[in-house]
């Protein structure tokens, strides 16, 4: 019996390893785009500044 509990935790625990790693990633994933979203938004930015100059 002691065995099998200790499977279990074993099998819960790598489930919730693969689910902090999924996580993760999806994050990871989400960075380049912040990135592009920040830099566009700057690019807007900029070309706004110069036809106001202009």
């Known amino acids: 019996m002691v065995l099998g509990i200790d499977l279990e935790h074993l099998v819960l625990d790598q489930l919730m390893l693969q689910r902090l790693n999924q996580r993760q990633h999806e994050q990871l994933n989400l960075l380049p ?3 592009v979203h ?8 900029l070309l ?3 036809t106001l100059l202009l």
Do not use: R, S, W
């Open 38 to 45: 920040m830099l566009t938004l700057l690019l807007v930015l």
């Open 33 to 35: 785009l912040l990135l």
């Open 48 to 50: 706004d500044q110069h």
